[in-house]
């Protein structure tokens, strides 16, 4: 066993995990984080994305063990006070979902992506998306959430 301090959504945690403990699962069955979804195990579909440091990452690719002492930001940690983050609003009021499972790993990719694009083109948040995989949608209002929320978040929109 391995003993892993990490700062979660801003709360200081430690637990013992395997030293094989995938940070996705660290997150949803240690920390009972469920947000953060599990999707391919492969790196391809996106859906286990978290900001690691401020930048996305997709947690299946990383082992518990290596975020040793970093902070970690899930779903979970977007919103504050009980109030949405522009973007997970962006997404509610455009309904840039559809069955909602690759949601939380767009919206956290989006985060890192409108941190370093403030504001985007619809070719620039479409090439951003492109680690991220929906099987249910065109990706319409995906695209029309992220250029609404960088409208928000620039203040360009009230």
């Known amino acids: ?15 013992e995990v395997e ?3 995938l940070l996705v699962y660290f997150l949803r069955e240690t920390l009972g984080l469920t ?8 790196s391809s579909c996106g859906a286990c994305t978290v900001l690691l440091d401020g930048e996305s990452v997709k947690s299946c690719t990383l082992l518990a063990v290596q975020v ?30 559809q069955c909602g499972y690759c949601t939380p790993g767009m919206i956290m990719a989006t985060a890192s992506f409108l941190k370093e694009t ?6 620039q ?15 319409q209002n995906i695209v029309k959430s ?7 978040m620039s203040g360009a929109k009230a």
Do not use: K, W
């Open 68 to 97: 040793e002492g970093r902070e970690v930001t899930t779903i979970e940690g977007l919103a504050t006070d009980g109030e949405m983050h522009p973007i997970q609003d962006a997404f509610h009021r455009n309904h840039g979902l």
């Open 125 to 139: 948040v479409r090439e951003s998306l492109e680690g991220n995989l929906c099987r249910c949608t065109g990706y």
């Open 19 to 21: 030293p094989r403990t």
């Open 1 to 15: 066993m391995a003993r892993v301090s990490v700062t979660v959504n801003g709360v200081a945690r430690e637990a």
């Open 118 to 123: 403030p504001d985007p083109t619809d070719e």
């Open 35 to 42: 947000g953060t979804n599990v999707g391919c195990d492969t």
């Open 146 to 152: 992220i250029l609404d929320a960088a409208g928000t």
